[in-house]
Nanobody, 122 residues
Framework: QVRLVESGGGLVQAGGSLGLSCAASARFLGSFAMGWFRQAPGKEREFVASISGSGGSRLYADSVKGRFSITRDNAKNTVYLQMNGLKPEDTAVYLC???????????????WGQGTQVTVSS
């Protein structure tokens, strides 16, 4: 069974940067759109960024536009999220997801990772 495994989370001060990775356990990522979502305690899961299978199309939530960048390397079965200018409100568990549909809705993704914690201190 294919699994998605996130890494790269941690504690960073406001204004700092972190890079997240999402690795698939099998060679399949190139067929699917990939997304990053986040969920803070007591809040609903929210869209952060998505990228098409080829990498040619990207979407960002307004809250992260200009600060975060999503990329993918299909040869390495890995998707990345570079986060710059982090703010305390970016604190959450970040999850990656794969799906044929892609886009901003969680319903368009079929496979999810377990998540990695990102904490931004003020």
């Amino acid at each position: 069974q294919v699994r998605l495994v996130e890494s790269g989370g941690g504690l960073v001060q406001a204004g700092g940067s972190l890079g997240l990775s999402c690795a698939a356990s099998a060679r399949f990522l190139g067929s699917f759109a990939m997304g990053w979502f986040r969920q803070a305690p007591g809040k609903e899961r929210e869209f952060v960024a998505s990228i098409s299978g080829s990498g040619g199309s990207r979407l960002y939530a307004d809250s992260v536009k200009g600060r975060f960048s999503i990329t993918r390397d299909n040869a390495k079965n890995t998707v990345y999220l570079q986060m710059n200018g982090l703010k305390p409100e970016d604190t959450a568990v970040y999850l990656c997801a794969a799906g044929a549909g892609g886009g901003m809705s969680t319903t368009r993704y079929d496979l999810w990772g377990q998540g990695t914690q990102v904490t931004v201190s003020s």
